[in-house]
């Protein structure tokens, strides 16, 4: 289920989304990325990214660039 990328894979945000603390809803909002944000994505679980320690996003509303 999980994925590690052995490279950068930069995606581009299309909406304003939530930082969650896990892969899920259920985990708090820890911060936001805004409308066309760049992030880099190292690892995702089912259809959530981890972009950074323990900061994971919705990969439903990013587009790999």
């Not at 894979?9 to 936001?32: A, H, M, Q």
């Not at 981890?50 to 900061?55: A, R």
């Amino acid at each position: 289920r999980s994925t590690l990328f052995p490279y950068t894979t930069l995606f581009r945000s299309s909406y304003c989304l939530r930082i969650r603390s896990g892969p899920s809803t259920d985990y708090g909002k820890v911060g936001e990325l805004y409308d066309g944000a760049i992030v880099s994505v190292l690892e995702t679980d089912g259809s959530w990214g981890k972009i950074s320690g323990d900061m994971w996003i919705s990969m439903d509303y990013v587009k790999e660039i």
